[in-house]
């Protein structure tokens, strides 16, 4: 089985919607998604993940499912360098993260009081068993920390949805700390993750990833990647997003 993880292309955030850009991003990737073989797609119910994946759905000529556990993974926490308000629990400076060891354990991250004040965890396995849900639909049982073939396929499903929730899902089908994948990787928009299916042994399966955050049909297009997700390339570069 071949999972394929979309991020929404270009966002407009004050009208849950895409960009102009965003819009041209969506396309790009419907050419590229059209003949990918895909069986079954589940879509955020948020607008910028569905007008993303409307032009892939139309030309595939299917229709979606809204999910959700698909939406952006909002729950909030105070932040240790934030007072007044909470902030998104998987947005941390670096500096503050990386002092606690058990942010980077996968069976640990959710344990440092902050978290577990947030009840992060709980919103976490909400997402996941979503995902695991939809995955035994398709022959895909969880058992541990890899799946049980019961009815083993070579199809392809996608997922439209939102970069956060994107890491939690790696996380899980990975077996690796969120905070990890929230802060070392960054997806752009209209971005596709690939996941494949492994068998070594007859009814024994595990997702191995062979491509992250690709954007190869926005080069083929010669439209530069957005910047949305990324924060300044050095504190100098005052027309890049700084966060202060």
Not at 41 to 51: E, I, M, N, Q, T
Request: include cysteine; hydrophobic fraction near 35%.
């Amino acid at each position: 089985m071949k999972l394929l993880i979309v991020r929404h292309g270009d966002p407009d955030y004050e009208r849950d919607s895409l960009t102009p850009k965003g819009w041209r991003e969506a396309e790009y990737l419907s050419r590229r998604l059209e003949n990918a073989g895909i069986k079954a797609a589940y879509v955020s119910p948020l607008g910028r993940a569905k007008d993303t994946a409307s032009l892939t759905l139309k030309k595939i000529g299917i229709a979606g499912r809204e999910c959700l556990w698909l939406r952006e993974f909002d729950t909030h926490i105070w932040r240790p360098d934030v007072r007044d308000h909470q902030k998104i629990a998987w947005d941390w400076l670096p500096q503050d993260w990386t002092r606690e060891e058990r942010f980077f354990s996968y069976d640990q991250w959710y344990d440092v009081p902050v978290m577990a004040q947030g009840r992060v965890k709980e919103e976490y396995d909400w997402v996941v068993d979503g995902l695991d849900q939809v995955l035994k639909d398709h022959g895909y049982v969880r058992d541990g920390h890899f799946y049980r073939a019961v009815n083993a396929s070579n199809d392809a499903i996608a997922f439209f949805c939102h970069f956060g929730v994107e890491c939690v899902l790696l996380s899980h089908l990975l077996n690796i700390s969120p905070m990890v994948l929230w802060h070392g990787f960054c997806a752009p928009p209209s971005s596709v993750t690939t996941l494949i299916t492994e068998e070594r042994r007859q009814g024994i399966a595990y997702f191995r990833m062979n491509g992250f955050a690709d954007i190869s049909h926005l080069y083929a297009n010669d439209e530069p990647p957005s910047f949305a997700a990324r924060f300044c390339e050095t504190y100098e570069n005052s027309w890049e997003r700084h966060d202060d």
